[in-house]
């Protein structure tokens, strides 16, 4: 028989949320980082209600906890704005975390008038358990533009090592991790969807947690929904039960709180290997099927020769909507994707593989601090290319682009940067994390002289660490340790190539892999290249014009069109021949080539193909495609032409995504031109919502180191 928590019968017995003795939040990138060291998160659960119509998520959660000291006098939690905490509750717990089945949640019926309440909690009786829970004081502080901080009042008389449990009840509106789209915004035109990103500290809007990941504990949810909307979680186990029209999730390893996702929609599955399966929107399920069927279980297999056994259970892919604002998100067990990368298969393998290898490094070994990001994604990054033989001169190539744009001696090109207080760790994702990081792991595999050696140590350094976080440090201290004679030829100290110096130093990687065998393909690309800077036009254009591109591979007319961005603006004879011989082909290529092209036409303001422009950024709707567009449309000549194409189109984007663009907008239009809704409404087709207002400031501001549009990073 399950006990309900007193605390919540009713919205009036909810506790007030008086004020607890003021204790100012740590200067640090996390508002919970100071209790994050005097408490051991042992499991969360998630009681979760799915609105879609109010675009509102009602949470209830459970936190399972213990002091690691007596008499703690609060715990403090980060959490957002667009929270609001309804109540805070305090129930003791029994001393073993499996003396206690999961709690379960009641979900009140929806019917006109106030929206309904969160769900509400039900204990089971349990040995050591109390059935009841008291209320808490608690009170929520600005902290950054990006959270707040939550501090809840904890009882005096709290010993240290006992078990108890938090419970907080909540809804969300507009948070920037939780997606919510409209039926329009799909491919199937028919149910909403939703999705959450977490990644890096955006999970602090979907639930209050201590949101970095040093932290990492197991946990379950109970999730509704409408009916015949499909709920998926990066989660080990999951059910559907029927009879009360909930999905029930369970993962059973640790993991920090930007690895906790959800995606709710019209979702199909259908089996691609003995552990895998895609999910999708029924228009894209063949395509998707087609493609993945039989290749996820060949890297899985591949990887886990290398490193050791696949430790998730399942290994699942969903297809997201264009609204889907990066490439891929590693969650365990579901791998988030963007639909629009099925356009191309090279884009498609490599970024699928990237994800596997996540399972071992980031996912399984997690980087304990933003600052140091390379050890997932320089990690990830040298097993992807350990498990594929794909060429990656491309990537080098578009990390010393980024070099050249941010200068050699910028804060954020080293492997550890240092976080100021207050600062987004989202704006440290770059290409050094990946590509300056691979370069170091590389070299590392290097000194030991054999590759499957290698292998070996990070095989072991996995098992090591699983399901921990980790620093640099607990890295290269295992590594000296595996390889004793590296140790005792003092390899961390060799002049120039110092481990101190990789990590701090700022520039390029000190030591850069050999690609002469990838010169085959980069080879032609240098020639055409070329041969369209070259003298007189005609000629070379002639010569030009007879190498048949449509027979390269993605990289390759990648890499052609950043060297003609690299060297925009062109003269208006070589764009317009360009225009001449490419474009009509150009268009019919996948996203990652067009939005190339189309900067290029932009950049040079070539006219006779603005069109092409305008029919890109109608059907796009992803923030990867749509806003270095923007960028170079307000950064030149042709910033009526953006609003006109904004206003025709900002009914069909995603609000996050809107709010980004007329911020670009509003800055490119000058000191005191604000788009007005005025203006909106009259360029405006039907879609487009008058009631939105025109300037809001963005949740992500175009104002980070370099802009997205110098550097195209998809992969």
């Known amino acids: 028989m399950a006990a309900q928590c007193c605390c919540c019968k009713a919205p009036g017995a909810e506790a007030a949320p008086a004020r607890p003795p003021p204790e100012p939040p740590p200067a640090l990138d996390v508002a919970s980082a100071s209790s994050a060291q005097l408490f051991r998160l042992r499991h969360l659960q998630l009681g979760l209600e799915l609105r879609p119509e109010a675009r509102e998520l009602a949470g209830c959660l459970v936190l399972e906890l213990c002091a690691l000291r007596p008499a703690p006098r609060a715990l403090v939690l980060d959490a957002h704005p667009a929270l609001r905490l309804h109540s805070a509750a305090f129930r003791r717990a029994p001393a073993a975390a499996a003396a206690e089945p999961p709690c379960a949640f009641a979900f009140a019926a929806a019917g006109p008038g106030p929206a309904p309440p969160p769900p509400l909690p039900a204990f089971p009786e349990a040995p050591g358990a109390e059935p009841a829970c008291c209320p808490l004081a608690f009170r929520v502080d600005p902290f950054t533009d990006y959270g ?40 199937g035109n028919a149910k909403p969807f939703v999705f959450t990103q977490g990644h890096s500290v955006c999970n602090r809007s979907f639930f209050p947690c201590f949101d970095t990941p040093a932290v990492k504990c197991t946990y379950s949810a109970v999730v509704k929904a409408p009916s015949g909307v499909q709920v998926l979680m990066s989660a080990t ?36 290997g003995p552990r895998s399966r895609v999910w999708a929107e029924p228009c894209l399920l063949p395509t998707a099927t087609s493609k993945l069927s039989g290749a996820v279980e060949q890297w899985l297999s591949a990887a886990e020769r290398l490193y050791g056994p696949y430790m998730w259970g399942r290994y699942d892919i969903v297809f997201l909507p264009p609204s889907f604002p990066i490439v891929a998100m590693e969650n365990p067990c579901l791998t988030f994707i963007i639909s629009s990368i099925l356009e191309s298969d090279e884009f ?66 080293k492997l550890q940067v240092k976080l100021e207080p207050g600062v987004n760790p989202s704006h440290l994702m770059n290409l050094f994390t990946y590509e300056k990081g691979y370069c170091f792991v590389y070299y590392l595999s290097q000194l030991c002289g054999d590759p499957q050696r290698f292998d070996d140590f990070l095989r072991a350094y996995v098992e090591k660490y699983k399901f921990t976080s980790v ?88 890499l052609f069109l950043d060297r003609l961005l690299d060297g925009s603006p062109l003269p208006q004879e070589v764009v317009m021949s360009l225009s001449k011989c490419y474009s009509s082909l150009l268009d019919s290529m996948n996203a990652e080539i067009r939005i190339r092209w189309l900067q290029i036409v932009v950049r040079n303001d070539y006219y006779p193909d603005l069109h092409r422009v305008r029919r890109f950024l109608e059907s796009q709707m992803s923030r990867m495609y749509t806003i270095p567009l923007y960028e170079d449309l307000c950064t030149g000549a042709l910033k009526s032409f953006a609003l006109e194409v904004f206003y025709q189109t900002q009914g069909r984007l995603h609000p996050n995504l809107r709010r980004t663009i007329q911020q670009i907008l509003s800055q490119g239009l000058g000191p005191g031109a604000e788009p007005s809704v005025e203006q909106a409404s009259a360029g405006a087709d039907s879609e487009v919502d008058a009631d939105t207002p025109a300037l809001l400031l963005g949740d992500e501001p175009p104002s980070s180191a370099i802009s997205l549009r110098d550097v195209n990073v998809s992969a």
């Open 148 to 187: 707040s901080s939550l501090t809840v009042t904890l009882p005096p008389e709290l010993q240290a090592h006992q078990p108890f449990q938090v419970i907080l009840r909540y809804t969300s509106t507009d948070a920037p991790a939780i997606w919510w789209l409209d039926p329009e915004l799909t491919y």
């Open 348 to 413: 498609l393998v490599i970024d699928v593989i990237h994800e596997v290898a996540h399972s071992w490094f980031g996912n399984a070994v997690t980087n304990a601090t933003w600052e140091e990001m390379w050890l997932s994604e320089g990690l990830a990054t040298y097993a992807q290319r350990r498990i594929t033989t794909e060429t990656y001169a491309f990537r080098l190539d578009a990390l010393h682009r980024q070099m050249k744009l941010l200068g050699e001696d910028s804060p954020v090109s």
């Open 237 to 272: 186990r999951s059910t559907y039960v029927e009879e009360e029209g909930v999905y029930r999730f369970h993962m059973e390893h640790p993991v920090p709180a930007y690895l906790v996702a959800l995606v709710a929609g019209d979702l199909q599955p259908a089996d691609i």
């Open 471 to 558: 620093v640099a440090q607990d890295l290269l201290d295992s590594f000296l340790s595996f390889f004793p004679e590296l140790k005792e030829q003092s390899v961390d100290c060799r002049a120039g190539l110092e481990f101190e110096r990789w990590l701090n130093a700022t520039g390029p990687p000190l030591a850069e892999p050999d690609l002469s065998q990838g010169s085959s393909l980069t080879r032609p690309v240098e020639a055409l290249f070329q041969l369209w800077t070259a003298e007189p036009l005609d000629q070379a254009a002639a010569s030009a014009s007879a190498i048949d591109i449509s027979k390269w591979r993605t990289f390759q007319t990648a």
